[in-house]
């Protein structure tokens, strides 16, 4: 029987699948409250892009007092099969569990059932096989709590603000933000699989000269020589936009965004943004601790001035077309207990666009990691040092600033959310790595200039995250001076 009026039921499964011959296909489910005459139940629909009509159950129809009219329909299949029923019409209201979206569903077909699978996927196991669900709230359900079923016949229902998805696996199962809460769906595997091992498996023989090629390829690797090698239009435009933008302001580097359009034309996302960030205080409610801890972080973001709040004036002059809110959320690293360190989410969609969609990715600035090992034999003291939070000792250009805007207002708060912006590069950005790189290298051809050169040492810098600078003489000296000169340009090393 279906649950009374209250919160749905719940279990330790969620969505439902195909058949036992095949993997897991989770369905799309989001938590609802149908309201008609007078009454309210809340269940769950099921959002289905590929039906034309949208369907209730013909107990919940009842339930509802539903009266409508009837019609001749014939009902056909994806395999071609057909058969005229007679079928109900009727019309109702759903809303979300918040009450902030609201719809009126017409010309809903009343039928007795849909049959879908009752075999359904335990979320703990799919959290744990996929972490870019791990933090995505979904209510559990089983296919008899699936009441109505909603089709292309409503579009703004079924209209998906945000996806997350495994970036490494394209039929690993996505989450999507609709206007009534986050859903999953797509391919999982069962529960009850067993683990397939693959001992030896050839294709076919490589031939000798193919063989002797692969190892003079690797017996010369990382010693070749330095030839220019031609780049893409891309490239040379991410080059472009690096050599305008990147300055030194007097305290550190600053540099623009590497936009792949100088109009990238964003959506305005500031509900879809807000809606994130409204889930993020519900889990602040439930956990003091994660709230003081994360209160913590953004207002060391502040102190330093890597972020600032906004006034009303500076949101109203974000630039139309260049101006986006990134959600956020908190991730734990299990080696640093109780360090929490804020993620924003630039793959978060909007309208079918995320911010990480209108970003070049830049030139790649590592070097070789073999070389700079095979280098360190040249000299009898190496320098290896790492950047203390390189991404932020970088600025954002100030007019590109607008696109990394945030919501946050202290946990607990009832005042109006306010509107901060990062004034640093943020990581998970697809042009950060290259734009911090390319701050980094000038850093340090100057300081070679300054420092080095006057100590004839050899001028030109090794680089793969940390720093390999080979010393001949004056090591302890120069490590000082190097150290300090850096710090001086924001660039704080943590000597290993």
Not at 85 to 103: P, Q
Not at 343 to 367: M, N, Q, W
């Amino acid at each position: 029987m279906y649950p009374k009026v209250g919160s749905p039921k719940t279990t330790k499964f969620s969505g439902s699948s195909a058949t036992e011959s095949t993997k897991r296909t989770l369905l799309p489910i989001v938590p609802v409250i149908l309201r008609a005459n007078g009454k309210k139940y809340h269940l769950f629909a099921l959002l289905d892009g590929g039906s034309e009509i949208s369907v209730i159950r013909k107990k919940v129809a009842t339930l509802l007092g539903l009266k409508g009219r009837m019609e001749r329909v014939v009902t056909r299949t994806v395999d071609g099969e057909s058969r005229p029923t007679d079928h109900e019409i009727v019309k109702f209201n759903i809303a979300s569990l918040d009450g902030r979206f609201s719809l009126d569903i017409i010309d809903v077909h009343v039928m007795d059932t849909f049959r879908l699978n009752k075999n359904s996927i335990g979320l703990t196991d799919l959290s744990k096989k996929w972490p870019h669900l791990a933090h995505v709230p979904i209510p559990s359900v089983l296919d008899e709590d699936v009441a109505i079923l909603i089709g292309q016949d409503h579009p703004a229902a079924i209209e998906i603000f945000e996806t997350r998805k495994d970036p490494y696996h394209q039929r690993a199962p996505r989450a999507y933000l609709t206007a009534f809460d986050w859903c999953v769906a797509g391919p999982a595997a069962r529960s009850d699989e067993t683990g397939r091992s693959c001992f030896h498996l050839s294709l076919s023989e490589d031939r000798c000269d193919n063989l002797l090629q692969h190892f003079i390829e690797f017996d010369t690797f990382g010693t070749k020589p330095n030839v220019m090698k031609p780049i893409s239009r891309d490239e040379e435009r991410a080059w472009e936009i690096l050599g305008d933008t990147t300055k030194h302001n007097g305290e550190r580097y600053e540099s623009g965004l590497l936009w792949k359009l100088d109009d990238p034309a964003l959506p305005n996302n500031f509900f879809a943004a807000q809606r994130r960030f409204s889930s993020l205080e519900r889990k602040f409610s439930k956990d003091n601790k994660l709230a003081e801890t994360y209160k913590g972080v953004i207002n060391t973001y502040v102190n330093l001035k890597h972020a600032r709040k906004l006034s009303k004036g500076d949101i109203d002059a974000g630039p139309s077309g260049r101006t986006w809110y990134n959600p956020h959320h908190p991730v734990f690293n299990p080696n640093k207990p109780g360090k929490c360190r804020v993620v924003f989410d630039l793959s978060a969609k909007c309208h079918g666009i995320c911010l990480k969609d209108v970003l070049r990715r830049g030139p790649d600035l590592l070097t070789n990691l073999v070389g700079i090992l095979l280098r360190f034999r040249q000299y009898a003291v190496p320098i290896v040092a790492d950047v203390e939070k390189m991404f932020h000792q970088v600025r954002v250009w100030a007019i590109d600033g607008p696109a990394f805007r945030f919501l946050w207002r202290d946990p607990g708060s009832t005042k109006p959310v306010d509107v901060y912006q990062m004034n640093v590069h943020l990581f998970g950005a697809v042009s950060s790595p290259a734009v911090c790189s390319n701050a980094l290298k000038q850093t340090v051809a100057e300081l070679i200039c300054a420092i080095i050169f006057a100590m004839e040492l050899n001028p030109k810098p090794s680089a793969y995250r940390s720093d390999a600078l080979p010393l001949s003489h004056n090591s302890q000296i120069l490590i000082f001076n190097f150290y300090n000169e850096f710090k001086g340009n924001m660039f704080t090393l943590v000597i290993i």
